[in-house]
């Protein structure tokens, strides 16, 4: 395994974080404490989750993530081995079953206990707001265009409640996820005019096939050393190439969960076929080309790696032995420069 630091601390983190948001859905409490213990073997030390999972966010599953890692620490042990991430989630109708009151200090200081009890600590170690509460164009959408929205300036009196969760101690530093350049950096300014905690992280999706954040956010995370927490990877899994190959699973999330659309358009599909062929030509797994390939990037902190089986995981946690040569990074960026950020 290789590691690295979560930016402004001492905290060491594996370059590859284990990811969750399919434990209570796609996969079961035990195969959730095999991956677990697989990923510990191997080196991983950083597991990200949230409320929210498993995705999809439903009523009758709600945090059933967060309980299956409290349980298997509870079992196991092994919390003081692990850094943990979780997350609040943000408005709207897809989270209304969780609650309706945003960031607000009481919606912010619930959230943290109530991730507490489930995950059975005493701490998070890193904690993010799951995106804005106002509108902006996360989720695949290529533009931003405004909307009033009634959403009033907060950014102030979010981390004023953080900074007040952090001296109680229950958790120990903060980042933010789905978010964008302006919204990074009202955080950032916010956090240095007042003496305020710093966001120390951001997890937004970045793959070959969405490298939407290499325009203003790269140059916001190297030169404000906010690191990337890469999720998506994978699109979905349709960088495996099961599903242009045919060999996908019946319980594979694009069968399971259609409306996932994201990663599935004409465009995304030759793109995926072009990553392929380059994949094939040098002896190797589309799936670790395109794991090594986020891994290797200046502004990643860690790379979230999901799976369902177990084959998927070692699969995955393998690609932390390659290194992309420069041939085929340059084969790539043609790729890229040909069909440059395929997803809806």
Excluded at 46 to 73: C, H, M, Q, S
Excluded at 305 to 327: P, Y
Aim: proline share 3%; glycine share 6%.
């Amino acid at each position: 395994m290789k590691y690295t630091k979560l930016p402004h601390t001492d905290i060491k983190v594996s370059k590859l974080c284990l990811g969750t948001m399919t434990w209570g859905n796609q996969n079961t409490q035990a195969e959730g404490f095999e991956q677990m213990d697989y990923a510990l073997d191997r080196g991983i030390n950083f597991f990200d989750t949230a409320e929210l999972y498993p995705v999809p966010a439903t009523k009758e599953t709600y945090a059933e993530t967060e309980r299956i890692i409290g349980n298997w620490f509870e079992k196991t042990g092994n919390r003081d081995k692990v850094v943990l991430a979780s997350k609040i989630a943000g408005t709207g109708d897809y989270t209304a079953h969780i609650r309706t009151n945003g960031f607000s200090p009481d919606a912010l200081k619930d959230a943290v206990n109530q991730s507490l009890k489930r995950l059975k600590t005493d701490y998070i170690d890193l904690y993010q707001l799951h995106w804005p509460e106002r509108h902006t164009n996360t989720f695949g959408v290529r533009d931003y265009k405004h909307v009033e929205d009634g959403w009033a300036d907060n950014f102030n009196q979010i981390l004023h409640t953080l900074d007040e969760i952090i001296k109680s101690g229950k958790i120990r530093h903060v980042g933010i996820s789905n978010e964008k350049a302006w919204g990074t950096m009202r955080y950032l300014e916010e956090s240095k005019a007042h003496n305020l905690p710093r966001m120390i992280t951001v997890q937004n999706a970045y793959s070959l096939l969405n490298r939407v954040f290499e325009g203003d956010m790269a140059e916001i995370a190297i030169r404000e050393q906010i690191g990337l927490l890469a999720y998506s990877p994978m699109a979905f899994g349709v960088l495996s190439g099961k599903y242009i190959k045919g060999t996908a699973a019946d319980n594979a999330r694009l069968k399971l969960f259609p409306r996932f659309s994201r990663y599935s358009s004409a465009q995304c599909t030759e793109a995926t076929k072009r990553y392929l062929v380059i994949a094939e030509k040098n002896n190797m797994p589309l799936a670790q080309m395109s794991l090594a390939f986020v891994t290797q990037r200046p502004f990643l902190t860690s790379n979230i790696i999901g799976a369902t089986t177990m084959g998927q995981l070692k699969e995955n946690i393998d690609s932390i032995d390659i290194n992309l040569s420069q041939e085929i990074l340059e084969a790539i960026e043609k790729v890229h420069k040909e069909i440059p950020n395929p997803t809806s």
